[in-house]
């Protein structure tokens, strides 16, 4: 058996010194230097050409086609194969020849990445080559036009220059899948290009969306930017994502009672920008299917309506973690940083180190200008009813933790608003959900955590509604009080109701730290108690200097 890298290094000088220095377009011309086993060509249509060919073992081409787009490769001859493919080649004595190439690019198959040909073909063809041939694909820098979505169902190894870029036509058929639901492990590093939806222009800009004016239309977004369903020990790096309905889709579903999940997956995404959703986590529509957990999803900016979205009706997902450490933007009407369907997510960490959600100056056409928007809710209701001035329910989720940064400017850092402000963002309620949210301007941190959630036919069937039993232990973090000075905290939860009135106290537990004097006002006003169910705990201190408890513990009793 012949080496065939041993084989090129024996003719490069042939290649670099006697190249295509011939003047005509013959077919022979092409094929100037024919010896013992190895021909160079010009494209790779002149391996169609080939005469005298009986000899030759390996062609190079110099480009896949006469416009020398790039496409350089190497192709095996072969005996006539029971199923041609996209990468066989026959040449003009009946031989056959196929590509042999252990990393490929989408030019070997014709893509042109000018923006404006249609290059699904030349995609397509590049990922069946690494998927029958365990092959891995390099996507060049240009900028590719595909008319339908690309499909991925067996794991291959992808990369790309950093400046690549896709961009989609058609609003229905639209995005990229890695769909392992066929094999279930991933075992393989996916680096894609910038991902643009058929909402944004040639030009990559958003319609409408100008310096001085933002009369685009929200509506216009469409189609998955990748969706990825089932996989194991999988990595995914993408820089950018831009005008979809659900930027990136983790996906667990059935196949025939076989359960499919995602298990052990580290996804980084540089910027999500103008979509409707942008981390959605997810299984098909069926009860009983495999979970998703063992995730690792870190971005650096995102901007959505509903930044990360989560349905957890069909499928348990748990011990994760989402991290966007750059910005957290969401501006528009029913909009909610993090918003849950169900109650089968548990062991989830989120963190935002900036957010903003209100009105901004990216908001659309026509958002009222005092918009606030919550920062954690869901599908779930308290006793029946959508409760306070938030158009969001609650979110139900166990043993959850939340950490929230508060820019400068947020309608959180006034004081006046602070209560307001709290009930509206945390939609709170589940068991043990810790939510640290720390305001930009004190730097103080207000923790409410949901301590019992028996479920709302048990809440309905007491008619009192008071399912916060005595002795539950619940913890605000990072107390800081200078002498005598009082500071007000939140506990919003939805097991706690005026419905009928019992006296509330709260006993501090801090092992002994006897400089903080505690009580609390539950029910300032009964209206909005019942609507509201909110706890207004007021923590002051004795001590002669600042104190600063860093969690700070207790009890809630019921009489």
Known sequence: MINRRSVISRF???????????SDNSAIA?????HECVVFVRSYRDIEKLINSENVLYVVTAFHSENQNGGAAHYRKVDPPSKLEGWHVKDAMGHFYELDEQQICPQMFGAAGDNIIDDYGAFSLAIRYCEMNKASLFIPRKSYVLSKQLTITKPIDISCDNSANIRWLDADDCGIALDY????????????????SPAVQANFQIPGYESNSKDYNPSSRCGDGLRIIGGNRQTIEIGYLCGWKNALVLQSTKIKNRKISIENTSIYINTLDFCERG??????????????????????????????????????ISAGRIDIAGQAFTNEINGCLVYCLGKNIERVTFNFEWVSAAKSDDSPKGTPEHLVLPFVGGDQKSNGLLTDKANIGYFAGNLCKFFIGIPRSNVLTKGENVSFDKIVRIRDCGVGNIINIQDGESRSNYTMIASEDRGENYFDLLNEGVLLKSGDLCVINSIKLKPGEVKNYWLYHQSLSASDEKRIFIIPYTEGNTNFQTSIMAFDDARRAKRNREIRIKVSSNARLDCFIENFYFVIVIL
């Not at 042939?14 to 190249?19: D, Q």
Request: proline letters at 3%.
């Open 12 to 22: 490069s000088a042939i290649y670099t010194f006697g190249g295509f220095k011939n």
């Open 30 to 34: 092409t094929s100037r230097f024919i």
């Open 181 to 196: 639901r066929e094999v279930n492990y991933g075992l393989c590093k996916v680096q894609l290009p910038h991902l643009f």
């Open 279 to 316: 981390i959605c986590l997810s299984s098909s529509e069926e009860l009983d299917q495999g979970g998703i957990s063992a995730f690792d999803i870190r971005i650096n900016t995102v901007w959505a309506k509903i930044p990360i979205y989560i349905d957890s009706r069909y499928c348990m």
